[in-house]
């Protein structure tokens, strides 16, 4: 959960509207697991819909319990009103097409930050590129043969994407996510 509240956060892609307590509340309903789940979730809005008005529904007892009123008038899911759903699957959408900065350090790759991400999107400019040389430099007895010396770049990120990029499981991820978004070259 917490990759994803990440990659939702103000220094990555920052998509208004799905901040932490939605991101919890899609991930408990099983509506996203990856990252790319969260571009698919309007293919999904009935389920969206449900799994909110659930967790409004508990938010409200719990008030109840606190206070020790009761609600006079309880809707229906189908009587509620969720303007705000359009607006967080435009939200989402706008993301579709990242900067290449933004959208490296979404991916929450271990030691990582905001500027190294720019200096790797300034130094490869494209996300194909960064994945071709990740992918060598995680194939290679010794990654400094494969990866080009930068400024800014030590063993230590070398080393982080390494792991992230010798990372099967993280390939699968990426080519999922690369479906959803297209991040716009540096």
Do not use: C, M, W
Not at 12 to 41: M, P, Q, R, S, V
Not at 86 to 96: E, G, T, V, W
Not at 124 to 140: P, Q, Y
Request: no cysteine; aromatic share 6%.
């Amino acid at each position: 959960v917490e990759g994803l509240r990440h990659f939702v956060s103000r220094g990555a892609l920052d998509i208004e509207g799905l901040g932490a307590e939605n991101i919890d509340t899609f991930f408990n309903a099983g509506l996203i697991k990856t990252a790319a789940d969260i571009f698919t979730l309007r293919d999904r809005r009935p389920a969206v819909t449900r799994a909110l008005a659930e967790r409004r529904e508990e938010q409200a007892r719990q008030r109840e319990a606190a206070s020790g009123k009761t609600r006079k008038n309880v809707r229906s899911v189908e009587d509620r009103n969720y303007e705000g759903l359009d607006k967080l699957f435009a939200a989402i959408d706008s993301r579709r097409e990242p900067e290449l900065d933004r959208f490296i350090f979404a991916l929450g790759i271990r030691h990582i930050g905001e500027t190294t991400a720019a200096v790797l999107a300034r130094t490869f400019s494209t996300i194909e590129e960064l994945i071709r040389v990740g992918k060598e430099t995680a194939a290679a007895e010794d990654p400094h043969t494969v990866f080009p010396s930068v400024n800014g770049i030590g063993d230590t990120v070398i080393d982080a994407l390494r792991d992230f990029f010798g990372n099967e499981r993280n390939d699968d991820v990426l080519d999922a996510l690369l479906r959803q978004v297209k991040p716009k070259p540096y």
